[in-house]
């Protein structure tokens, strides 16, 4: 059974770091793109970043400078580290498995860790 579990997640104020985990199991991390989103009081699920097998990354705009996504494939886990916070990044951060260019295709979430803000 395929599990991403996430932690990290907490109350910060703002200004302040928290770094995100995110454990995989079985292939599904080796095989896949990663990424992480975020779904805000009263808002869409969101993207927040996401890094290549190989390890490219891409951010949300609302996120660059401040947001660092990396993956340890020995560890089967992706990281977010988050610097900088503000009240705005409030919400719970889901991490993503993105097995659409598998055959046949697929799409893992953890549960999500909430990351609260406080101005």
């Known amino acids: 059974q395929v599990q991403l579990v996430e932690s990290g997640g907490g109350l910060v104020q703002a200004g302040g770091s928290l770094k995100l985990s995110c454990t995989a199991s079985g292939s599904i991390f080796s095989s896949n793109p990663m990424g992480w989103y975020r779904q805000g009081p009263g808002k869409q699920r969101e993207l927040v970043a996401t890094i290549s097998t190989g390890g490219d990354t891409n951010y949300a705009d609302s996120v660059k400078g401040r947001f660092i996504i990396s993956r340890d494939d020995a560890k089967n886990t992706v990281y977010l580290q988050m610097n900088m916070l503000k009240p705005e990044d409030t919400a719970v951060y889901y991490c993503?498995?993105?097995?659409?260019?598998?055959?046949?295709?697929?799409?893992?979430w953890g549960q999500g860790t909430q990351v609260t803000v406080s101005s």
């Open positions: 993503n498995a993105d097995g659409l260019a598998q055959k046949p295709p697929y799409v893992y």
